[in-house]
């Protein structure tokens, strides 16, 4: 069973950062290094939608609302992914989840707890 373990999330104000860390402490790396991650986010009351991706070899793809804004890494040794979030919105209040993509681009595992993030003044 595959665990995915999402933390640093928080209450920031209006154009502050964070940095979100999920990891994956019962995979081995030989299967961790050659997943595609990804971040999601659910809004209260919306859909989980798709934040932004890190393939094997680090290329990274965002989607429109959080370009220029939010940049994902990640550290195969550690069997880590992070989202560094700056100038941050309330609109990107919400819980952020991380999961890896299958080949249809699909969350390939089980969500994790995720991890709150909220944006307020």
């Known amino acids: 069973q595959v665990q995915l373990v999402e933390s640093g999330g928080g209450l920031v104000q209006p154009g502050e950062s964070l940095r979100l860390s999920c990891k994956a402490p019962?995979?081995?790396?030989?299967?961790?290094?050659?997943?595609?991650m990804a971040w999601y986010r659910q809004p209260p009351g919306g859909e989980r939608q798709l934040v932004a991706s890190?393939?094997?070899?680090?290329?990274?793809d965002y989607t429109d609302s959080v370009q220029g804004r939010f940049t994902i890494s990640r550290d195969n040794s550690q069997k880590k992914v992070y989202l560094q979030m700056t100038n941050m919105k309330p609109e990107d209040t919400a819980v952020y989840y991380c999961?890896?993509?299958?080949?249809?681009?699909?969350?390939?595992?089980?969500w994790g707890q995720g991890t709150q993030v909220t944006v307020s003044s």
């Open positions: 890190i393939t094997s070899n680090f290329r990274t």
């Open positions: 999961n890896a993509l299958s080949n249809t681009n699909q969350p390939k595992y089980n």
């Open positions: 019962r995979m081995i790396t030989s299967v961790f290094n050659p997943l595609v």
